[in-house]
């Protein structure tokens, strides 16, 4: 089986050897080179032409987010995932904007880090051999995330994860969201091991983050329309089905 290429670039060399022996334990990846150093990292990218980067924020030399601008200047489409402790909302939204595709904050455990990421690209079957183009365009997993982003949705609370996977499953069968009480709880709950009660409660929370943060203008930025108004915030169902609307108008 051909594997993916990564560079793993952490903090600390222990770390670096504990999320390489992760990454190879799934048999999906070949870690290509690990590093502490930015300087050595941009380079270990650029020369092996890897799939995938995983990177820390706090490096020796140049450090994550400096990374992140190389790699955006030299072109490479490598795509990145910030692993970092450092979880506000500035840096997560400038690591997005610097062109990582997802942040996940630490701690994770390593095998369940090389699990998020082979899950989040792999899964998607965002990946291919074509000599012209070795990556399509972003995946799902990936468009979901930079909106949850955008208005105020934090990565390390549960109904991020809630919330993606019922939009997921509302642009797979639209006709989901009619029943989402019946139906589309309960499936998520069925994936997470959880009820479907505490799988509402957990989305209604992820909203209400997003609401008390103010970011009433991303959100109506978000669908090019004032959709809501400062106070108003919209039901579980209505959220899903706007963005996985989106999703559809926008070729999911």
């Excluded at 952490?10 to 990454?23: I, W």
């Excluded at 899964?123 to 208005?151: H, Y």
Aim: proline residues 4%; hydrophobic residues 40%; glycine residues 8%.
């Amino acid at each position: 089986m051909e594997k993916h290429g990564i560079v793993i670039l952490q903090d600390k060399e222990s770390k670096c050897q504990e999320l390489k022996e992760a990454f190879e334990k799934t048999q999906e990846f070949e870690v290509l080179g690990t590093s502490c150093d930015g300087e050595d990292g941009v380079g270990l990218v650029l020369r092996t032409e890897a799939e995938y980067l995983v990177t820390d924020l706090i490096l020796s030399g140049l450090d994550g987010l400096g990374v992140l601008e190389r790699l955006a200047k030299a072109g490479s489409e490598t795509k990145i995932v910030v692993y970092s402790a450092l979880n506000r909302d500035e840096v997560i939204e400038t690591c997005i904007a610097k062109g990582a595709a997802f942040y996940i904050t630490k701690p994770c455990l390593p095998d369940v880090l090389a699990s998020r990421v082979k899950d989040l690209f792999l899964s998607e079957k965002i990946f291919t051999r074509s000599p012209s183009s070795r990556f399509k365009g972003p995946s799902l997993d990936e468009k979901i995330s930079k909106i949850f982003i955008s208005v105020g949705i934090p990565p390390h609370i549960k109904g991020y994860s809630y919330l993606r996977e019922g939009i997921k499953l509302a642009v797979e069968s639209p006709d989901v969201i009619n029943n989402i009480t019946k139906k589309l709880y309960p499936m998520i709950g069925e994936k997470y091991a959880t009820s479907p009660s505490k799988v509402e409660r957990a989305i209604r929370h992820a909203i209400e983050v997003a609401w008390s943060r103010g970011r009433i203008n991303n959100i109506n930025d978000l669908f090019g329309v004032q959709t809501y108004l400062a106070g108003e915030k919209p039901t579980n169902g209505e959220f899903i089905a706007l963005i996985a609307d989106k999703m559809l108008l926008e070729g999911a």
